[in-house]
């Protein structure tokens, strides 16, 4: 009796998407509840040795991620562009809880070690949790040292797309700058993401560091908040501007001195090691917290922002207003994100 065999043969690599994501999760029995076995009628011994293929492939394609332009260079696998770019885009994508946990800590030994109790306390597998922190640490290394612009340098030596090189940008400095970002108030990814965090990811020469020379000049602007009459005429002009638009008008009005104060305060004092680590912290504490019990809308929020800074440009005794179009526009964007109605 003879058997007829039809038989292809290539050298394209096959990626099977869906196992890629499972060895990424840190998965390989899951496969099996899939329901793959009842649509392709095979057995449990062939789909688990079809996974172990593939699981083999991917670890051999492992050390070439580390440095994704080897991947696009090499000629051992043969991988159409559009396959690498989602390999590469896999493997450093991360799960938010688990970067709320690790956000603003030392990408160090000691923090690594912790992992274990972070795969416990956010349900993602102990595998993945180094694969992500270790391209945490991979890309904060590459790119520590390089002048220039921080989301470009992760994308020329990762080749990350865009939205993922700027979540990039933001853990590196996140990581650079030690925020606190651990405490339950501050635990939602999206509260803090992208903080702008008082420099600019689009600079032409930026680098890892808060920029220095920035942080002391906002000592300057307390001169909104010492100068009593200054505060008083500020004060006028943003009131006269938002009479009838806010909701919260009243609460506003009664309150707007000691708003001034903490907004000048919390920039007069980031040259301070301490007081840049707490810096979500204080807008949780002393806006965030205070505008919800005070029933302030969203709208509310950036209504007042907006005035409070626009109106500072007409007070002559006022010089320092590109520094504070930096500040306020960083200060405005971090609450914005942080505040929910």
Not at 203 to 227: A, Y
Not at 288 to 306: A, G, I, Q, Y
Request: hydrophobic fraction near 40%; charged fraction near 30%; aromatic fraction near 10%.
């Amino acid at each position: 009796m003879t058997t007829n065999l039809d038989i292809f043969v290539g050298n394209t690599t096959l990626i099977d998407e869906e196992v890629y994501q499972l060895w990424l999760d840190g998965y390989s029995a899951l496969r099996l509840r899939s329901g793959i076995l009842e649509q392709t009628g095979a057995t449990v011994d062939v789909l688990q040795s079809d996974t172990m293929d593939h699981y083999r492939t991917f670890y051999m394609l492992e050390r070439l991620l580390h440095s994704p332009p080897k991947l696009l260079n090499q000629l051992l696998f043969q991988i159409p562009p559009y396959r690498q770019t989602m390999l590469i885009e896999r493997y450093y994508a991360f799960d938010e809880a688990f970067v709320r946990e690790v956000l603003g800590k030392k990408l160090s030994k000691g923090t690594k070690k912790d992992l274990d109790d972070i795969s416990v306390k956010t349900g993602v597998t102990l595998k993945s949790c180094r694969r992500q922190f270790d391209n945490f640490k991979r890309v904060f290394k590459a790119v520590e040292e390089l002048r220039g612009s921080l989301v470009e340098n992760i994308q020329q030596h990762f080749l990350l797309s865009d939205r993922l090189a700027r979540d990039y940008a933001a853990i590196v400095f996140f990581a650079n700058s030690r925020f606190e970002t651990g405490k339950k108030k501050l635990q939602k990814w999206a509260s803090v993401v992208f903080p702008l965090a008082l420099t600019d990811t689009n600079v032409d020469d930026m680098d890892v560091d808060l920029d220095k020379e920035f942080l002391q000049g906002l000592k300057e602007l307390k001169i909104l908040i010492t100068d009593k009459d200054l505060l008083d005429l500020h004060k006028s002009l943003v009131c006269t501007s938002l009479r009838g638009k806010l909701s919260v008008y009243n609460e506003m009005e009664a309150n707007f001195k000691n708003l001034s104060r903490a907004l000048i305060n919390i920039a007069s004092k980031l040259t301070h090691s301490k007081d840049v680590r707490d810096f979500f912290v204080d807008l949780v504490e002393k806006f965030v917290e205070p505008f919800r019990s005070d029933k302030w809308t969203s709208n509310d929020v950036r209504l007042f922002l907006s005035q409070y800074t626009a109106c500072a440009h007409s007070l002559e005794a006022f010089r320092h207003q590109a520094l504070w179009e930096r500040y306020m526009g960083t200060l405005k964007a971090c609450l914005l994100k942080m505040y929910h109605d």
